[in-house]
């Protein structure tokens, strides 16, 4: 089995700033994608950031240039920094990871983090 725990989320003033982690373990042989998500009160999850193995980036238009999406590959981590925040960015932020557990296969299967609330207030 895989677990993903987020940590970082929190009270931040608008115009703050707040770095996200998710950490990997269990069973891991290796990692493709791994990426952010939220979800805001009453509605869909939305993408955030995603990252490949080669460490190439796609972002979200509402938050291209103020996040940014990294990984640490040695500590199967990976991070959200997010920058020049405001109210729209308050919401639950889930990261993902797609994980290959057995080496008799090719299959990478996606697990998910528990969540961790990030609040963007005065």
């Known amino acids: 089995q895989v677990q993903l725990v987020e940590s970082g989320g929190g009270l931040v003033l608008p115009g703050g700033s707040l770095r996200l982690s998710c950490a990997a373990s269990?069973?891991?042989?290796?990692?493709?994608?791994m990426g952010w998500y939220r979800q805001a009160p009453g509605k869909e999850r939305e993408l955030v950031a995603v990252?490949?193995?080669?460490?190439?980036?796609n972002y979200a238009a509402s938050v291209k240039g103020r996040f940014t999406i990294s990984r640490e590959n040695a500590k199967n981590t990976v991070y959200l920094q997010m920058n020049s925040t405001n109210t729209e960015a308050t919401a639950v932020y889930y990261c993902?990871?797609?994980?290959?557990?057995?080496?008799?296969?090719?299959?990478?299967?996606?697990?998910w983090g528990q969540g961790t609330l990030v609040t963007v207030s005065t």
């Open positions: 990252i490949t193995s080669s460490c190439s980036t």
């Open positions: 269990g069973t891991i042989f290796s990692i493709n994608s």
């Open positions: 993902n990871a797609d994980v290959r557990t057995d080496l008799r296969l090719r299959t990478y299967f996606r697990y």
